[in-house]
Antibody, heavy 120, light 107 residues
Framework: EVQLVESGGGLVKPGGSLRLSCAAS????????MNWVRQAPGKGLEWVSS????????YYADSVKGRFTISRDNAKNSLYLQMNSLRAEDTAVYYC?????????????WGQGTLVTVSS | DIQMTQSPSSVSASVGDRVTITCRAS??????LAWYQQKPGKAPKLLIY???SLQSGVPSRFSGSGSGTDFTLTISSLQPEDFATYYC?????????FGGGTKVEIK
C-alpha cells in the first residue's frame, strides 16, 4: 500500500525553525517527484514546494522562498521541509504529496498532514 | 503566476441533484488541470486529472471537461458521501496554483 506519513509539526515561536519529515512506503520513492502543500485553518490549499526525483529541480512558492528548504533522502525514502524564520501566516496543516507519475504532475496520494502553529 | 478562479464558492444541493463547478485559469493551461475532493479533517483526494481523466477508484458520476482556460467538474447524481469541498489545480507551470474551493453542502 502506498503511504505517506508526515511528522515534525508543533508549536513554534515567530522567527523560529522547524523541520518536517515525510516517510514514504509502498512505492519506489526515488522515481517520483514530491511536493509540500499547506492549508491554513479554515482556508484553501496552497502549494509550497516541489522537488524532482533526483533533486535536480526544486521550486518554491514566493511566500516561502528564502525561508524554506525542501530536500529528500532517497536512501531513507524520506522527504523534508526545513522551515526557518517562521511567521504567524505559516500556521497551517502541511501535507506531503507524491506526483502521480513521471510527467504526471497530479498530487496523488497525500499524507494525513502535520499541523504547524506559529505563535508566541 | 496563473490564477485559478472557482465558482461558485458554495452550493447547496440535494441527494440526486446534478452539480456543476467551474474553474477558470487566468491564462491558457491546455488540459493541465486536476480536481480534488476534501472532506473535513482529511487530506485532499485526486478525482480528475488532465481535465477529464477519472482517477482509478473514483465513481463514474464524477466527470471533468474543458481545456484552455475554462473547466468544469460535474457530479451527475449527488450522493451523501459527496458533500465536501472541491478544488481545481493547474499543473501547467510553477508555481502550482489552486482555486479557492467550492463547498458542496446539503440542502
Amino acid at each position: 500500500e502506498v503511504q505517506l506519513v508526515e511528522s515534525g509539526g508543533g508549536l513554534v515561536k515567530p522567527g523560529g525553525s522547524l523541520r518536517l519529515s515525510c516517510a514514504a512506503s509502498g512505492f519506489t520513492f526515488s522515481s517520483y517527484s514530491m511536493n509540500w502543500v499547506r492549508q491554513a485553518p479554515g482556508k484553501g490549499l496552497e502549494w509550497v514546494s516541489s522537488i524532482s526525483s533526483s533533486s535536480s529541480y526544486i521550486y518554491y512558492a514566493d511566500s516561502v522562498k528564502g525561508r524554506f528548504t525542501i530536500s529528500r533522502d532517497n536512501a531513507k525514502n524520506s522527504l523534508y521541509l526545513q522551515m526557518n524564520s517562521l511567521r504567524a501566516e505559516d500556521t497551517a496543516v502541511y501535507y506531503c504529496a507524491r506526483d502521480r507519475g513521471w510527467n504526471d504532475p497530479w498530487f496523488d496520494p497525500w499524507g494525513q498532514g502535520t499541523l504547524v502553529t506559529v505563535s508566541s | 503566476d496563473i490564477q485559478m478562479t472557482q465558482s461558485p464558492s458554495s452550493v447547496s444541493a440535494s441527494v440526486g441533484d446534478r452539480v456543476t463547478i467551474t474553474c477558470r485559469a487566468s491564462q491558457g493551461i491546455s488540459s493541465w488541470l486536476a480536481w480534488y475532493q476534501q472532506k473535513p479533517g482529511k487530506a485532499p483526494k485526486l478525482l480528475i486529472y488532465a481535465a477529464s481523466s477519472l482517477q482509478s477508484g473514483v465513481p463514474s458520476r464524477f466527470s471533468g471537461s474543458g481545456s484552455g482556460t475554462d473547466f468544469t467538474l460535474t457530479i451527475s447524481s449527488l450522493q451523501p458521501e459527496d458533500f465536501a469541498t472541491y478544488y481545481c489545480q493547474q499543473a501547467n507551470s510553477f508555481p502550482r496554483t489552486f482555486g479557492g474551493g467550492t463547498k458542496v453542502e446539503i440542502k
